[in-house]
């Protein structure tokens, strides 16, 4: 069983940057695809940013490319870098892992969620 715990997530103004945390408690991540999904109020669930359980592959949301990043410290804890931050990336952000996963868009294929970090980005 792995529990996952988010961090980092808070409210800036628009053009800032966050980096949101997520680490195993408990365990380790090093054998697991890590996707970050957010939810809006009121929209579903959506897929961000994955990354390969060898670290080796990445992968984003056309909204995010070239914004956001996601990296990893392959047993510990994985990143979110994002910058710059637009209004409409006010969401709860939540970490999702996938043992041995190749870096999935699709929520489904991951086992295990974080209970999600705020991010609020103003105007």
């Known amino acids: 069983q792995v529990q996952l715990v988010e961090s980092g997530g808070g409210l800036v103004q628009a053009g800032d940057s966050l980096r949101l945390s997520c680490v195993a408690s408990g365990g380790t991540l090093a054998r697991y695809a890590m996707g970050w999904f957010r939810q809006a109020p009121g929209e579903e669930r959506e897929f961000v940013a994955a990354?390969?359980?060898?670290?080796?592959?990445t992968y984003y949301a056309e909204s995010v490319k070239e914004r956001f990043t996601i990296s990893r410290d392959n047993s510990k804890e994985v990143y979110l870098q994002m910058y710059p931050l637009k209004p409409e990336d006010t969401a709860l952000y939540y970490c999702?892992?996938?043992?041995?996963?190749?870096?999935?868009?699709?929520?489904?294929?991951?086992?295990?969620w974080g209970q999600g970090t705020q991010v609020t980005v103003s105007t």
């Open positions: 990354i390969s359980w060898r670290g080796d592959k």
């Open positions: 999702a892992a996938e043992m041995l996963g190749g870096g999935d868009k699709q929520a489904a294929e991951y086992e295990y």
